[in-house]
């Protein structure tokens, strides 16, 4: 088993609808979670974190963390097609550790 | 600078050749890191550096690849007798605080490495 999990995609939807990205991580200690944008050829820009259980909006995204599921989600409001990108998400698997493990990310394409 | 810097943008090496990649991190900041994506990958850590102390070179894949912050400021990653397998994007991430990758790191714009 992967120790971060997501669904390569590529998911579809059409513009102005929720985009609903989902992650998976296997290490129950984990304490921060964040989500990363990367558009095609371009570095990962970092979105979202979140690091308690609950939801977090920033804007048209929102995180979701359920830690008793080992579970992470983002969702994108109205989207956009320049929401078109690659959504990695990553975790630090430990506290007070410096890695990140990454997802190998999700694929998301925004219809105009 | 007002972010991390990578140079070149772009490396093609001939398998055998020995590539340097540099990161210029934010001024300042205290913990630098390496990672390798591969295409289709999510970006895979290969080093840590605290000012210039490497604390964590568990994931350098082979004993080819060397990594040096002499000054604990710019960093050098060094990959000896390159390998089609080493045809990856490196990044190099840096932020202010030492051991702790909490609040989320900043992300150079990567050397893109080809190996022919």
């Known amino acids: 088993q992967k120790e971060v999990e997501q669904n390569s995609g590529p998911l579809s939807v059409p513009e102005g609808a929720i985009a609903s990205l989902n992650c998976t991580y296997s290490d129950r200690g984990s304490q921060s979670f964040f989500w990363y944008r990367q558009y095609s050829g371009k570095s990962p820009e970092l979105i979202m974190s979140?690091?308690?259980?609950g939801d977090k909006e920033d804007g048209r995204f929102t995180a979701q963390l359920n830690k008793a599921s080992q579970y992470v989600s983002l969702l994108i409001r109205d989207s956009q097609p320049s929401d078109s990108a690659t959504y990695l998400c990553a975790v630090n698997p430990a506290s007070g550790t410096y890695k990140y493990i990454f997802g190998t990310g999700t694929r998301l394409k925004v219809l105009a | 600078g007002a972010g991390v810097s990578q140079s070149p943008r772009y490396k093609v090496a001939k398998r055998g050749q020995d590539v340097a990649l540099r990161c210029d991190p934010i001024s300042g900041h205290v913990s630098l890191f390496w990672y390798q994506q591969a295409l289709g990958q999510g970006p895979e850590f290969l080093t840590y550096?605290?000012?210039?102390?490497?604390?964590?070179k568990s994931g350098l894949p082979s004993d080819r690849f060397f990594a040096e912050r002499p000054e604990g400021s710019v960093s050098t990653l060094k990959i000896q007798r390159t390998q089609q397998e080493d045809s990856a994007v490196y990044l190099c991430?840096?932020?202010?605080?030492?051991?702790?990758?909490?609040?989320?790191?900043?992300f150079g714009s990567g050397t893109r490495l080809t190996v022919v």
């Open positions: 979140i690091y308690s259980n």
């Open positions: 550096f605290q000012n210039e102390a490497q604390l964590d």
């Open positions: 991430a840096s932020s202010l605080e030492a051991g702790t990758g909490g609040c989320g790191y900043t």
